[in-house]
């Protein structure tokens, strides 16, 4: 060892690290959702040519997404207009527990258990948020979900045309 080097042991094994999301080729595409519901039949949240739809990237067991389950019955609350739709997008029965999923969702809401979504939507992990323009077929403005009143600022901007703050557009 030369002087000055340190020595670091052998470099951790960080293949089960899921990977940030390039983000730099522009817009997310707009991509259905398609998968399972709590129950395991097949379903799917259509949001190629819809209005606009809110799609939550939440799971069971994720702290930081426990507000945003109750949020599902209230779409206002989360900056959505009426006819604007809103959706849980969970991961693959395998990798969540429906049981769980289905204490935590509010009558009436929408749930697709759908990892393919998570890859298409380019979520890194929960909570995350995507607001989809089913009529450009691409998303208006996506990020991190940090809180309720955050994503419903964020919605309420991207319906406005302005970007949201930190973003690549500001």
């Known amino acids: 060892m030369s002087a000055g080097s340190v020595d670091r042991g052998p470099r951790p094994d960080l293949g089960h690290l899921v990977p940030i999301p390039d983000r730099s080729g522009g817009?997310?595409?707009?991509?259905?959702?398609?998968?399972?519901d709590l129950a395991g039949a097949a379903t799917a949240v259509r949001v190629?040519?819809?209005?606009?739809t809110l799609l939550l990237f939440l799971t069971?067991?994720?702290d930081?997404?426990?507000?945003f389950w109750p949020a599902l019955a209230d779409p206002a609350s989360l900056g959505?207009?009426?006819?604007?739709?809103?959706?849980?997008?969970?991961?693959?029965?395998?990798r969540d527990d429906r049981a769980a999923l289905a204490r935590l969702v509010p009558a009436g809401a929408?749930?697709?258990?759908?990892?393919?979504?998570?890859?298409?939507?380019?979520?890194?992990?929960p909570p995350f948020f995507a607001l989809v323009d089913g009529m450009?077929?691409?998303?208006?403005?996506?990020?991190?979900?940090?809180?309720?009143?955050q994503v419903a600022a964020d919605v309420r901007r991207a319906?406005?045309?302005?970007?949201?703050?930190?973003?690549a557009e500001t």
Do not use: K, N
């Open 27 to 36: 817009p997310t595409p707009a991509a259905d959702v398609v998968g399972t």
């Open 48 to 52: 190629d040519g819809a209005r606009r």
């Open 60 to 62: 069971s067991d994720c």
């Open 64 to 67: 930081g997404c426990r507000p």
């Open 80 to 94: 959505l207009s009426i006819g604007d739709a809103v959706a849980a997008v969970a991961r693959d029965p395998g």
């Open 110 to 125: 929408t749930v697709v258990c759908a990892g393919a979504a998570w890859t298409a939507y380019r979520v890194a992990g």
């Open 136 to 149: 450009t077929g691409r998303v208006a403005t996506e990020g991190v979900a940090w809180a309720v009143d």
């Open 159 to 167: 319906l406005a045309g302005r970007p949201a703050p930190g973003s």
